[in-house]
């Protein structure tokens, strides 16, 4: 659970849950225990992701996947841990930070969504499903990666809007918001799959090529894929205007962190 959890990463849903909890007038303390939660389910999915029934990847943050450290009986456990650990942190540590149980509640109902048949595994299945499909159309794609890996973006974002006391309102414009970053996220990955090498990435670059998956660049090219990129970050940061710009200033950073990344 180590291994994976402190390999490193960029640490992008943890900060999203934390920024938008400070948004809509919450404190740190709030929404950390959700930000570290949400980091141990981002881990659980990569390393049951890098698995040889999945993905099947040798390397992970520039280091060999789990798998293949301890063997593949261990890093499912690991992963399976990492789950359990995720909502006992969460529940527990959140209401030591005095948040009051209704918001609790609410946000485990939330996180729970966004990574089981409606959210994470969703968009795995149908992933897994697609491979080596020759007319898998853009819907299908959008579906996948909507589910696959926006789905937990979103809950980052929304766990931390509820956690803070958000309104409805706040909630569903930070939704928005995530799930434009989300799909955005995504559609980078896949144009620096195509753009990058492994030791920039720190991971196995081509991957989705040699595995014959339809990516962004495979259906809309590299140029129309960058500016779909531009598009959803526009629209990602006009759900920000309605807040108080100072505060909104973080997302709109990290939204831009996203959109521009090199690895």
């Known amino acids: 659970m180590r291994y994976s959890l402190l390999a490193g990463g960029k640490r992008v849903r943890p900060v999203l849950c934390l920024a938008a909890c400070e948004l809509v007038g919450g404190t740190e303390a709030m929404a950390m225990p959700a930000a570290c939660a949400i980091e141990m389910i981002h881990t659980m999915s990569l390393i049951h992701d890098d698995l040889p029934c999945m993905d099947n990847d040798d390397l992970r943050r520039g280091m060999p996947t789990n798998h293949k ?3 593949e009986d261990v890093a499912v456990l690991a992963g399976d841990a990492l789950l359990a650990f995720a909502f006992e942190h969460m529940a527990v540590d959140t209401a030591k930070a005095g948040v009051p149980p209704a918001r609790i509640v609410r946000a485990l109902g939330e996180l729970s969504k966004a990574i089981g048949a409606e959210g994470l595994v969703a968009g795995q299945v149908v992933d897994i499903a697609s491979e080596g499909i020759a007319d898998v159309g853009l819907e299908k794609l959008e579906f996948i990666h909507v589910h696959k890996t926006a789905a937990l973006l979103e809950g980052a974002v929304v766990l931390g809007a509820i956690l803070g006391g958000g309104s409805d309102d706040e909630v569903e414009r930070l939704r928005k918001f995530a799930r434009c970053i989300g799909l955005l996220f995504q559609v980078v990955d896949d144009i620096l799959d195509v753009t990058k090498s492994s030791e920039e990435l720190g991971k196995t670059a081509g991957k989705d090529l040699v595995a014959d998956k ?19 970050n526009k629209d990602a940061q006009a759900q920000l205007a309605a ?17 521009y990344r090199q690895n």
Not at 243 to 259: E, G, H, R, T
């Open 214 to 232: 339809v990516t962004y660049p495979k259906l809309l090219g590299l140029e129309k894929s960058r500016e779909f990129a531009d598009e959803l």
């Open 69 to 71: 450290v301890f063997g």
């Open 243 to 259: 807040f108080d710009p100072d505060k909104a200033a973080p997302l709109v950073s990290l939204a831009n962190y996203i959109a």
